[in-house]
């Protein structure tokens, strides 16, 4: 829990008191919208807040402004304990502690210099005779196994990183390069420790040790891993007769394995580090239903953090240290929101149903904030009627609108219909209700959702996506299609009725090249233990038909151990649609085996 402003302590308390069931403070600013829509936008997407990476000082100022205009458009708070935040706690990457040790044969390297533990390693000890594993690839699509004929049960593995020839990207060992998978394959055969290091040939790589970054996954490896340099795997050939350098080039050379025992020189290995735990907040407000409403309410939604300097989800090729404006993403559908609040706080007639106006945050680490308001909403999920998301809306291109969701619930297609005759933009529908944002989990707990979003445009997830390149009377047009959608649906006599879309696909499932299979299970990417959890099931898919279930958690895929959201990429990596796989899912507390007959992807649908 975070300290919060005095100022804004005494408004929320205020509001709270004064809590009459009608909003209470009009905004009587008379700047015309388009200009405040602007104003908001720069002001979010200003050097100040830094690209309010959510854990940094920037992203909790962007938050308490948005509380201080929620409230002063006359919202009342809806978070924690009568504030206007939600609070909330994640994994933002790892802090090596002070036992990190590692020794062969008796000789101690220097932690930080010599060895260092990968970021996703588990902390542990690890201690015995080492194999040499090669590049520590399977492909058996390529008749290439570096493990073939190699005993590495309870052994510590040795790998060189990338792939035979070096580093190029579109190399035919691309695929196999990423150390989270290699490291995966030796858990996989029983090694009790992987240690990577960068080979003597491989073309433009020194002898350094990878950087200690934490990736996506909030979910170790489940063995410990380290980065070593060439001294430490020099001392570990020590008595084998030959070198790392004369078996990376016979390897090399000959596109074959050459793994290789390494019996006598013993090491110690100690992986000392810890999660960094960061928190986060959510802003509440919200705009209450009249005197006898029906006690269900509609959520509006736009996520208000972005990627800060670039040390993740960045796209641009060397983003450390600058700034990530986001200024389409998302300060243009949090200036959206603002306005639309504005809007429903000012109006004369009664609701039936009252309407949350919710700020989110860790969108940009895996719909973290979405994920939290559904697991711990201010009402039962089951009394939301809808959920409405904006994210990226500020580059609107001859008034052409995508709309998503549209499928969620027979209620949208006449609702739409009718909000569009005044708004006149020209919509581009797509049915289903997943997608790489906020609405996401709300579909996953069965609520129908409508996501609005301008399209996509090369500044996204740039420092160029700045806040002069965001149309404001655009924003203003996607506000002016949404008030009467959210109005209807606040008002329809009856909750809107929910559906599932057929044969839709799970989000962000894009693990590169070879992916060609669809199981239809939706991960749960803010999950913190061990194994892959489901937030929801599409209908008519091959987990459907296997009967995989909301809440399952996948620990097994075949012959592979599942630990986190990587080691499931690869495995589905690895397989043809029609192949059948054996799956173990930790169900109720007991683990359940079920069948899966893996299917052909459906077509991507934006
Ligand atoms: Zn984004």
């Given at each position: 829990?975070?300290?919060?402003?005095?100022?804004?302590?005494?408004?929320?308390?205020?509001?709270?008191?004064?809590?009459?069931?009608?909003?209470?403070?009009?905004?009587?600013?008379?700047?015309?919208?388009?200009?405040?829509?602007?104003?908001?936008?720069?002001?979010?997407?200003?050097?100040?807040?830094?690209?309010?990476?959510?854990?940094?000082?920037?992203?909790?100022?962007?938050?308490?402004?948005?509380?201080?205009?929620l409230?002063?458009?006359?919202?009342?708070p809806a978070g924690d304990?009568?504030t206007w935040f939600q609070?909330?706690?994640?994994?933002?990457?790892?802090?090596?502690?002070?036992?990190?040790?590692?020794?062969?044969?008796?000789?101690?390297?220097?932690?930080?210099?010599?060895?260092?533990?990968?970021?996703?390693?588990?902390?542990?000890?690890?201690?015995?005779?080492?194999?040499?594993?090669?590049?520590?690839?399977?492909?058996?699509?390529?008749?290439?196994?570096?493990?073939?004929?190699?005993?590495?049960?309870?052994?510590?593995?040795?790998?060189?990183?990338?792939?035979?020839?070096?580093?190029?990207?579109?190399?035919?060992?691309?695929?196999?390069?990423?150390?989270?998978?290699?490291?995966?394959?030796?858990?996989?055969?029983?090694?009790?420790?992987?240690?990577?290091?960068?080979?003597?040939?491989?073309?433009?790589?020194?002898?350094?040790?990878?950087?200690?970054?934490?990736?996506?996954?909030?979910?170790?490896?489940?063995?410990?891993?380290?980065?070593?340099?060439?001294?430490?795997?020099?001392?570990?050939?020590?008595?084998?007769?030959?070198?790392?350098?004369?078996?990376?080039?016979?390897?090399?050379?000959?596109?074959?394995?050459?793994?290789?025992?390494?019996?006598?020189?013993?090491?110690?290995?100690?992986?000392?580090?810890?999660?960094?735990?960061?928190?986060?907040?959510n802003v509440v407000g919200l705009?209450?239903?009249?005197?006898?409403?029906?006690?269900?309410?509609?959520?509006?939604?736009?996520?208000?953090?972005?990627?800060?300097?670039?040390?993740?989800?960045?796209?641009?090729?060397?983003?450390?240290?600058?700034?990530?404006?986001?200024?389409?993403?998302?300060?243009?559908?949090?200036?959206?929101?603002?306005?639309?609040?504005?809007?429903?706080?000012?109006?004369?007639?009664?609701?039936?149903?009252?309407?949350y106006f919710v700020a989110?945050?860790?969108?940009?680490?895996?719909?973290?904030?979405?994920?939290?308001f559904?697991?711990?909403?201010p009402?039962?999920?089951?009394?939301?009627?809808?959920?409405?998301?904006?994210?990226?809306?500020?580059?609107?291109?001859?008034?052409?609108?995508?709309?998503?969701?549209?499928?969620?619930?027979?209620?949208?297609?006449?609702?739409?219909?009718?909000?569009?005759?005044?708004?006149?933009?020209?919509?581009?529908?797509?049915?289903?209700?997943?997608?790489?944002?906020?609405?996401?989990?709300?579909?996953?707990?069965?609520?129908?959702?409508?996501?609005?979003?301008?399209?996509?445009?090369?500044?996204?997830?740039?420092?160029?996506?700045?806040?002069?390149?965001?149309?404001?009377?655009?924003?203003?047009?996607?506000?002016?299609?949404?008030?009467?959608?959210?109005?209807?649906?606040?008002?329809?006599?009856?909750?809107?009725?929910?559906?599932?879309?057929?044969?839709?696909?799970?989000?962000?499932?894009?693990?590169?090249?070879?992916?060609?299979?669809?199981?239809?299970?939706?991960?749960?990417?803010?999950?913190?233990?061990?194994?892959?959890?489901?937030?929801?099931?599409?209908?008519?898919?091959?987990?459907?038909?296997?009967?995989?279930?909301?809440?399952?958690?996948?620990?097994?895929?075949?012959?592979?151990?599942?630990?986190?959201?990587?080691?499931?990429?690869?495995?589905?990596?690895?397989?043809?649609?029609?192949?059948?796989?054996?799956?173990?899912?930790?169900?109720?507390?007991?683990?359940?085996?079920?069948?899966?007959?893996?299917?052909?992807?459906?077509?991507?649908?934006?």
């Open positions: 829990m975070r300290a919060k402003r005095p100022t804004l302590l005494l408004l929320s308390l205020a509001l709270a008191l004064a809590g009459s069931g009608r909003p209470l403070l009009a905004d009587t600013r008379p700047a015309p919208p388009a200009e405040r829509v602007r104003t908001d936008v720069a002001r979010l997407a200003g050097e100040e807040w830094r690209g309010r990476r959510a854990g940094t000082p920037g992203a909790d100022a962007a938050a308490d402004w948005i509380a201080s205009e409230g002063r458009i006359g919202l009342l304990a009568g609070s909330f706690s994640f994994i933002d990457g790892v802090d090596l502690g002070p036992g990190n040790r590692l020794s062969v044969a008796g000789r101690s390297f220097a932690a930080g210099r010599d060895f260092r533990p990968l970021a996703f390693s588990s902390a542990g000890a690890a201690a015995g005779e080492a194999v040499f594993a090669g590049y520590g690839i399977v492909a058996r699509d390529l008749g290439y196994d570096d493990y073939e004929g190699l005993d590495v049960a309870d052994r510590v593995v040795l790998l060189l990183r990338y792939g035979p020839g070096g580093d190029d990207p579109r190399s035919k060992w691309a695929a196999f390069m990423p150390l989270r998978l290699k490291v995966a394959t030796a858990r996989d055969r029983g090694a009790q420790a992987v240690l990577v290091v960068t080979g003597p040939l491989t073309p433009g790589a020194p002898d350094e040790l990878v950087r200690l970054r934490a990736d996506a996954s909030l979910a170790d490896s489940g063995l410990p891993a380290f980065t070593v340099t060439r001294a430490v795997a020099g001392a570990l050939f020590a008595g084998s007769g030959t070198t790392l350098e004369a078996r990376q080039r016979r390897i090399d050379e000959s596109a074959k394995p050459a793994p290789l025992p390494l019996p006598g020189p013993r090491l110690d290995a100690v992986a000392d580090l810890t999660p960094r735990r960061s928190a986060t907040r705009r209450p239903a009249s005197e006898g409403g029906s006690g269900e309410a509609v959520v509006v939604g736009a996520h208000y953090d972005h990627l800060g300097t670039g040390a993740s989800g960045s796209l641009d090729p060397a983003p450390d240290g600058k700034v990530h404006p986001g200024a389409d993403d998302n300060a243009s559908g949090v200036a959206g929101l603002l306005e639309l609040a504005r809007r429903f706080a000012a109006r004369g007639e009664p609701l039936r149903r009252s309407v989110f945050g860790a969108e940009e680490l895996g719909t973290l904030g979405s994920s939290h559904v697991k711990s909403p009402l039962p999920i089951e009394r939301v009627a809808a959920m409405f998301n904006l994210d990226m809306i500020g580059r609107l291109r001859e008034d052409t609108l995508d709309v998503h969701g549209v499928g969620t619930s027979p209620a949208w297609k006449p609702l739409l219909e009718e909000a569009n005759r005044a708004a006149g933009l020209v919509l581009r529908p797509h049915e289903g209700g997943y997608g790489p944002s906020d609405h996401s989990p709300f579909y996953a707990a069965g609520r129908p959702v409508f996501f609005v979003f301008t399209g996509n445009h090369s500044d996204y997830h740039r420092p160029s996506d700045t806040a002069d390149k965001v149309d404001a009377s655009g924003i203003l047009k996607v506000v002016g299609l949404l008030e009467p959608l959210v109005a209807g649906v606040a008002n329809a006599p009856a909750p809107i009725a929910f559906t599932r879309v057929a044969a839709e696909m799970e989000p962000g499932a894009s693990g590169g090249r070879g992916f060609r299979v669809w199981v239809g299970g939706i991960p749960d990417y803010g999950r913190e233990g061990a194994g892959v959890a489901f937030t929801g099931v599409s209908p008519g898919s091959p987990a459907e038909r296997a009967g995989l279930r909301r809440g399952d958690v996948l620990v097994r895929f075949g012959p592979r151990g599942i630990r986190n959201i990587y080691d499931y990429t690869y495995a589905l990596a690895g397989h043809e649609p029609g192949d059948r796989v054996t799956v173990v899912v930790e169900r109720d507390g007991r683990e359940v085996g079920l069948e899966l007959v893996l299917a052909a992807r459906p077509s991507a649908r934006r």
